[in-house]
């Protein structure tokens, strides 16, 4: 097969879909990869590198033009609609749900759209979207912390406190891997911490984890709003697979918070799940609304290309050689977790969380291979 990686057009987005040690298997495995001269650069990975792996070196045009399966980090943005053509197997990050107008596009052309972000592997976890959320997490934490200080337009205040000084509060809003993640940075760099999630059980593990360093708290919207009251620091981590993020926190709650608090919302590529947050970017990262900064950089793990680039190619070149190497329909057919990730088939929805949160109709996976 011929493999395709092109350089990322979003504001910003340094990573690549490819490092050179995924572009070596794929072309000891026999496929061909073209890369998009100078695409990971940005990521710390040199034209010379990609070509000592065997890769070709191309432009934009061919490297889309050519390749049967395109391998990605972010979404198309509009500049790249153009490429789309039947039968193209295009293997990214998609997050569909909020974003109607890039669905149409791959829906209009016949792709064949798989999204990281669904694709499960035998434990039912998230493979492709965990190295990301793991270092999302991580960032939220030290986003925020340089976010609360003064020229920033936060409320001056030092995440850890010094001796005599309390430390700040930060609450996290959802248990999953980000939450987590972002709970570890904030209790090691010596914050009040807080976490807030709907599972108990999931509640239970992490007191024992943290040995009793973490506050826990059950999820409704009383408790909340007094911790979201309370919190000078708020990190929005609540994901449902696919699908857009509920909004736990309201416009009222947000307005509630003291002036100078700040927000932020990693669930933002599923749309938020916070009233007050819409879609940010490296260039433009926050904003200030009910008195309260807000930091939704949709691409976060862009700040720290190499690290993502090298977390996320880990993660996705079993996938992609599989893909390469029985062709889309074959691989989709033999490995169920991987037909999770199937969110368009030849004009045809098969997501459901896609479906629903767009109203439109849509068919499973099974239904549109069979």
């Not at 001796?163 to 570890?184: D, E, K, S």
């Not at 984890?209 to 973490?214: E, R, S, V």
Request: net charge neutral; charged share 20%; glycine share 10%.
């Amino acid at each position: 097969m011929i493999v395709g990686v092109p350089k990322e057009k979003k504001d910003n987005e340094a990573r690549v879909g490819l490092t050179p040690a995924g572009a070596k298997a794929l072309v000891d495995a026999g496929h061909t990869v073209l890369v998009e001269a100078s695409a990971g650069v940005a990521s710390g990975f040199a034209d010379a590198e990609y070509a000592a792996a065997g890769a070709q070196l191309d432009n934009e045009n061919n490297v889309w033009a050519k390749a049967e399966m395109v391998v990605k980090v972010k979404e198309p943005i509009e500049s790249e609609y153009k490429f789309f053509r039947e039968g193209l197997v295009l293997f990214t990050y998609l997050h569909l749900a909020p974003v109607k107008a890039l669905t149409d596009k791959l829906l209009d052309a016949g792709v064949i759209g798989i999204a990281y972000e669904t694709v499960k592997d035998a434990a039912g976890h998230l493979p492709l979207l965990m190295p990301m959320s793991e270092i999302a997490g991580r960032m939220a934490v030290q986003v925020g912390a340089t976010y609360l200080e003064k020229q920033n337009g936060g409320r001056g205040i030092l995440l850890g406190g010094v001796p005599g000084v309390l430390p700040a509060h930060v609450v996290v809003i959802g248990g999953g891997i980000v939450g987590t993640n972002a709970a570890r940075i904030a209790v090691g760099m010596g914050a009040k911490t807080t976490l807030v999630d709907l599972n108990l059980n999931r509640l239970r593990e992490l007191d024992d984890q943290f040995g009793g360093k973490l506050y826990t708290l059950a999820s409704n919207s009383y408790n909340i709003a007094a911790a979201t009251k309370e919190a000078d620091l708020v990190i929005g981590s609540v994901l449902i697979p696919g699908t857009t993020a509920p909004k736990l926190v309201t416009r009222a709650m947000v307005a509630a918070m003291k002036p100078g608090a700040v927000i932020v919302d990693v669930a933002i590529d599923q749309g938020g799940c916070i009233e007050t947050a819409r879609p940010t970017s490296h260039s433009h990262p926050s904003y200030t609304d009910e008195g309260v900064v807000h930091y939704c950089v949709t691409n976060m793990p862009g700040a720290v290309a190499h690290t993502s680039t090298l977390a996320l190619t880990n993660a996705t070149i079993p996938y992609v050689l599989k893909l390469a190497k029985l062709g889309a329909k074959a691989a989709l057919l033999q490995d169920a977790g991987l037909a999770e990730g199937l969110n368009t088939w030849k004009g045809t929805i098969t997501y459901k969380g896609v479906g629903e949160s767009q109203q439109r109709a849509w068919k499973p996976a099974a239904e549109v291979l069979a």
